[in-house]
C-alpha cells in the first residue's frame, strides 16, 4: 500500500543553521504535499505545502522541493531559532492523507 | 473563528472499560478525519466522513471502534472495549474540500492501564 519515508527521525542543529528533512513517496498518483509541524501538546499545523505542478516554493525562512521524478519532497529551514523546535511530518494524499514517520527537530541556542 | 476541538484532552481508563471521544470540526467543514499516533509512530489514518456518511473507513483497526458523526456536525469514536495497544494520541481534522488542506485539532491523549 501507500507508505511514505521520512529521514531523519531526529536531528539536533544550531540556531542559524539550516535543517533538512526528506520524504519519499510510493504513490505516483500522488499530487498534494503537505507539511505538518507538531509541538508539544498541540496537534498538527499545517506550515506548507506543494503541489506535483510545482518544484519549489518558499515561504519566509521555510521552503519545500519536489522531485516528482524521483519521488522525492524536502523541507528545508534556513536560519533556524529555538522556536522551530518541534516533530515535522511529511504527508501525500491520493485519496487520503498518508503521513511520514516524524522529524523531531531540536534547535540549540 | 474556531478551529477544530477535541475532548477530552487526556483521558485514562482501565482495560476493558468504554472511552468515547469527541471532536467538534470547524463551522462549515464538511470533511472530518479521525488518525492515531501510537507510540511516537507515524500519524495514522482510521476513517474519513464527508457530512454524515464514512467515505473511507479503511484505517479502523477493529470493530471496537466505532466512529460516529450524526446530523454532519461533530463527531465521536467510541472504543469499548479498550485494550493496552489502544492508547496513543487520537487527532481529529477537518478540511472543505476532500484531501486538501485539513486542519487538526490538539489531540486526545487515551492511556489504557
Known amino acids: 500500500g501507500e507508505n511514505v519515508e521520512q529521514h531523519p527521525s531526529t536531528l539536533s542543529v544550531q540556531e542559524g543553521d539550516s535543517a533538512v528533512i526528506k520524504c519519499t513517496y510510493s504513490?505516483?498518483?500522488?499530487?498534494?504535499f503537505p507539511w505538518y509541524k507538531q509541538e508539544l501538546g498541540k496537534g498538527p499545523q499545517l506550515i506548507i505545502d506543494i503541489r506535483s505542478n510545482v518544484g519549489e516554493k518558499k515561504d519566509q525562512r521555510i521552503a519545500v522541493t519536489l522531485n516528482k521524478t524521483a519521488k522525492h519532497f524536502s523541507l528545508h529551514i534556513t536560519e533556524t531559532q529555538p522556536e522551530d523546535s518541534a516533530v515535522y511530518f511529511c504527508a501525500d494524499i491520493t485519496d487520503k492523507l498518508i503521513f511520514g514517520t516524524g522529524t523531531r527537530l531540536q534547535v540549540f541556542p | 473563528e474556531a478551529g477544530v476541538t477535541q475532548f477530552p484532552s487526556h483521558s485514562v481508563i482501565e482495560k476493558g472499560q468504554t472511552v468515547t471521544l469527541r471532536c467538534d470540526p470547524i463551522?462549515?467543514?464538511?470533511?472530518l478525519y479521525w488518525y492515531r499516533r501510537v507510540m511516537g509512530k507515524e500519524i495514522k489514518f482510521l476513517l474519513h466522513?464527508?457530512?454524515?456518511?464514512?467515505?473511507?473507513e479503511s484505517g479502523m483497526p477493529n470493530n471496537r471502534f466505532l466512529a460516529e458523526r450524526t446530523g454532519g456536525t461533530y463527531s465521536t469514536l467510541k472504543v469499548q472495549p479498550a485494550e493496552l495497544e489502544d492508547s496513543g494520541v487520537y487527532f481529529c481534522?477537518?478540511?472543505?474540500?476532500?484531501?486538501?488542506?485539513?486542519?487538526f485539532g490538539q489531540g486526545t491523549r487515551l492511556t489504557v492501564v
Open positions: 466522513f464527508v457530512k454524515e456518511s464514512k467515505q473511507d
Open positions: 463551522s462549515g467543514h464538511d470533511n
Open positions: 481534522a477537518s478540511s472543505q474540500v476532500a484531501n486538501t488542506e485539513a486542519f
Open positions: 504513490d505516483s498518483a500522488s499530487n498534494y
